[in-house]
């Protein structure tokens, strides 16, 4: 696949990303997720054939349902392979997935704190987009953080980083996502 394929093939999922994004006020997350789903589709599109992924499939082209699967599938392999989890973060943000898939982004939490605040937009967007209150989702994502890191990033970090690390903190303690997002936004 050239670049322009791959273009083609995430240009639906990535024009609703942007929209969304812009929506509930953050844009960059949405470029993010945009060139994860890059990154994941050329690393399916280089996948061999033969490799047993392909089996079962009516054909070898990378599509986005096969996206999907292949990430769900590298994810099973290795929980700390953060392309795929943000692929299906990306994807689960696309289609409104309950969780936002939240979920998928605790392993990378668990490694570095300053993911909080993709998680927080996460969150929020499911909340603000679909109507559903999210906070026990990431109540248990943001559990994988070292806490000391994220009350850091409440003081050191810049802009949103620092925000979202004090929403964060809100709702580790109990806070519901709404009151905290709402009291430090």
């Known amino acids: 696949m050239t670049a322009a394929d791959i273009d083609q093939q995430i240009t639906p999922i990535a024009d609703s990303l942007r929209a969304t994004a812009h929506a509930v006020g953050h ?3 949405a470029e993010r997720l945009v060139s994860t789903l890059r990154a ?3 690393a399916l599109d280089a996948l061999p ?3 047993d992924f392909w089996a079962g499939w009516a054909n070898d ?3 986005i349902t096969k996206l999907s699967e292949y990430a769900g599938a590298r994810l099973d ?3 700390d392979d953060f392309l795929a989890g943000r692929t299906l973060v990306a994807l689960a943000l696309s289609y ?4 936002g898939g939240l ?3 605790t392993a990378e939490l668990a490694a570095d704190a300053a993911a909080v605040g993709d998680a927080v937009i996460a ?5 603000s987009e679909i109507g559903l209150d999210t906070t026990y989702e990431l109540r248990r994502t943001l559990s994988a953080a070292d806490r000391t890191v994220v009350e850091r990033l409440t003081r050191d970090g810049q802009g949103w980083t620092a925000v979202a690390a004090r929403i964060a903190l809100d709702v580790l303690d109990g806070a519901g996502l709404d009151e905290a997002y709402t009291r430090h936004r």
């Open 96 to 99: 409104g997935a309950n969780d």
């Open 27 to 29: 844009p960059d997350l």
């Open 77 to 79: 392999r290795d929980p």
């Open 123 to 127: 969150a929020q967007w499911i909340w």
């Open 103 to 105: 979920p998928y982004l």
């Open 40 to 42: 994941a589709m050329a």
């Open 49 to 51: 054939r033969t490799d």
């Open 61 to 63: 082209r990378p599509t």
